[in-house]
C-alpha cells in the first residue's frame, strides 16, 4: 500500500486498485470515526475500529447480523474492494496502525491510550475532512453502509462486537487459520 503520488511511476497500462491505495484506507477511516463516533467524533478502542470497519467493508456479514435467528448463519463468500484478515480477536487489517499514523501525521485525528484503550478522535481538521469527504458523491455507498452500522452498533463495545462476529459467523470467520483472508474460500 502507498500513497497515491507514490503510484506516479507504475506504468499507464497497470490497474490501479483502491485497495492498493492508503488514501482510500484514510478516507474511510475518517468517515468511520465522524459516522460510527458519535456527537464527539471518537471510537474508544481499535477492536471496536476494526469490527465496525468490518460491516462497513462487508455488507453481508452486517445484513446477516440483522436475520440473526436459531439457525446459524450463512454468508456467501465475496469478493470486496479491501479485505480483511481473520486475527485473534476477529477481522483486522494489517494495514492499520500505518493509516492510523498517516492520519496522525496529518492532524486528522488523535491517537490517545487510556489504560488498556487506544481512543481515536478528530481533530477539528479531521472533522473538516470528514465532512468534504461526505459530500462527495464518489463516497455516497460508503456513507450509506456507515449510517446502517452506526445505528446499530455504534453504541456497543469493541468485545461484544468481536463476540457477536464469532458467534454468529464461526464456520466463516472463527474457523479459518489465523492471518487467512475473510471472504476468500477456505482451502
Excluded at 507514490?6 to 499507464?12: D, E, G, Q, V
Excluded at 474511510?28 to 458519535?38: E, F, H
Excluded at 468490518?54 to 479485505?83: H, I, K, L, M, N
Aim: charged share 25%.
Amino acid at each position: 500500500m502507498k500513497a497515491l503520488r507514490n503510484h506516479a511511476s507504475r506504468p499507464a497500462a497497470a490497474p490501479l486498485v483502491a485497495d492498493d491505495v492508503l488514501e482510500f484506507h484514510a478516507g474511510r477511516l475518517v468517515l468511520l470515526i465522524a459516522i460510527c463516533g458519535g456527537a464527539a467524533k471518537v471510537i474508544d478502542g481499535l477492536t471496536k475500529m476494526a469490527k465496525l470497519d468490518f460491516f462497513v467493508r462487508y455488507p453481508d456479514f452486517f445484513e446477516a447480523t440483522q436475520r440473526r435467528g436459531d439457525q446459524p448463519s450463512q454468508v456467501r463468500e465475496q469478493a470486496v474492494e479491501a479485505a480483511m484478515v481473520r486475527h485473534h480477536y476477529g477481522p483486522w487489517d494489517k494495514r492499520y496502525y500505518h493509516v492510523l499514523a498517516f492520519l496522525e501525521a496529518r492532524g486528522l485525528i488523535t491517537i490517545k491510550k487510556n489504560r488498556n484503550t487506544t481512543r481515536i478522535a478528530l481533530t477539528r481538521l479531521g472533522k473538516t475532512a470528514a465532512e468534504r469527504l461526505g459530500s462527495a458523491p464518489s463516497f455516497a455507498s460508503l456513507l450509506e453502509q456507515m449510517q446502517k452500522v452506526a445505528e446499530i452498533y455504534a453504541d456497543k463495545k469493541g468485545s461484544e462486537l468481536k463476540n457477536l462476529i464469532y458467534a454468529t459467523f464461526d464456520q466463516e470467520i472463527g474457523q479459518r487459520p489465523l492471518g487467512s483472508i475473510i471472504g476468500a474460500r477456505k482451502s
